[in-house]
């Protein structure tokens, strides 16, 4: 009898952690991990400081987590700083976008029944509300958890830009995805792709690139230790572009690939010209590795 319980402990584990990904477009580069990813649960998004050399994780749970980060030619090196619940004043919060401007402030975004955009100190204490701009703060959403997924600072249009992870004011269309600027006077369209429950989990600017996206895509098929997840991940091009739903901002996939459930990445950091960090989201579960993709799109 317990020997097989173990071999189905064994299986699971397989199940989990297996599935190993080549990348057609991708140079895939090296991580390594000092306890960065073992001390992170329910991973959403990153914000590096080039700087500082640090990288600050938001966690969806409502924590915040700092690791230092050492480049190389072709080798990142994580090593696990600290962690802390985000101080702030309201009853509960759902932290899913999380990034950092030129001056090294840090912004962070929320979804569920209090969602909007804040800004954030590098010790993980709220310490304002930007409030939202009427085209998102009026529209209606899918449902809470649907909300501001994804942020990113955009020198080149403005400031901060903000996605909500599907498409706002009852659209179906999954492939009428939007990018909002958060004083609400722009607005760029782009297809995302027509998986099921494909939705946005993470936007970045690509500085090199005139302040063009990078948009990283999740759909989801199966259910429990069968669960697939489909991840994309595309150039989008904002740049003097004048877009309506019908009428999307041009757009490239860079990479597509389908893994477990290890393979549920969520966030997303420019690293440096052309050089960017991923991570996925374990939902908590103590069997799921957190892992981080170091990646060079050769675009």
Known sequence: MKTTVKLFI??????????????????????????????????????????????????????????????????????????????????????????????????????????????????????GDYGLPSVLDQATYENANSKFEAITYNKEHGGILLAAELPINGEKDVSKQAVYNLDGDKVWHFKAESHPNNSITAIETMDEDNGNLLVLERAVEGSGTDTRFYITIKKVAINECSSTPNTPCDSEILESFKGGLNHNFEGLTRIDNGRYLMVNDNQGESLIKTNFIFFDTKK
Do not use: M, P
């Open 10 to 127: 064994l299986l699971v584990q397989i199940s989990l952690f297996t599935g190993c990904t080549e990348y057609e477009t991708f140079d895939s580069l090296n991580v390594v991990d000092n306890g960065c990813g073992e001390k992170i649960s329910g991973g959403s998004d990153l914000a590096y400081d080039k700087d500082k050399e640090i990288l600050y994780i938001a966690g969806d749970r409502g924590n915040f987590y700092t690791c230092s980060a050492k480049v190389n030619e072709d080798t990142i090196t994580l090593t696990y700083i600290s962690s802390k619940e985000i101080g702030h004043n309201l009853a509960s919060i759902d932290s899913e976008g999380l990034d950092i401007d030129e001056e090294g402030n840090l912004f962070l975004s929320t979804e569920g029944n209090i969602a909007s955009v804040y800004s954030i100190s590098n010790l993980g204490n709220i310490t």
